[in-house]
């Protein structure tokens, strides 16, 4: 067992006098909790004002993506021992409004993901007695493009993003990209269209904090390097 401090940023929108602070909650804490565990027992024990997502406590939902000691992941996924730390900082996802505590507004978030219509886009109609296939090999291309869980950490990551609120974020280009090389899609110029724009794939220098932030190590960078070829050797 070890005592911890945590530094948490508090907000209230209701106390605008206040405005942002940190505040401190010391927690006993033993090897395998994680730092959502630490939250919760803060929540439950010492201050039930303490607001912050959480839902599935196993990586799976997003729902829990936070600063921890500047750095963005998933609360449920970090384990306090490995920070070797007396005193850990939790601060909400850079970029986005905070709505209280560590929520923050995830509506840049959908807004770009809505621009790239991440759904399949078909034209003609589907087989009467089994479902539209692919070969193994063409199924294996879409690996690391469809297992994002929209955390939004590697958008908050992305200083392209800080800098312009309505780019589209590579939290999308993953997305789109994972329908633009999914062989059963039959539009994918409607996914790369929207991104040819000032808030689009041009904005992207090619910084990697995305991949860095990923908790899911996948790698928008290399799916929107695709997605800039396929749109300039107007490949689609
Ligand atoms: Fe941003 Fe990732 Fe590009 S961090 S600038 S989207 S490589």
Redesign the pocket.
Known sequence: MATITFKINRFNPDDERRGHFMQKYQVEAKKGDTILDCLNRIKWKQDGSLTFRRSCRSGICGSCAMTIDGVNNLACEVQVMALKRDTITVEPLRGYTVIKDLVVSLDPLVKGMLKVKPYMITKTPPPTDQERLQSPEEREKLDGLYECILCGS??S?????WADKE?I??HA?LKAYRFVADTRDEAPREHLEPLDDKHGLW?????????E?CPKDLN??KA?SELKKALVNDKF
């Open positions: 590697c958008t990551s992305c200083p392209s993003f780019y974020g590579p280009f904005r992207c220098h090619t910084i990697f904090n995305c991949v932030a928008p960078t929107i």
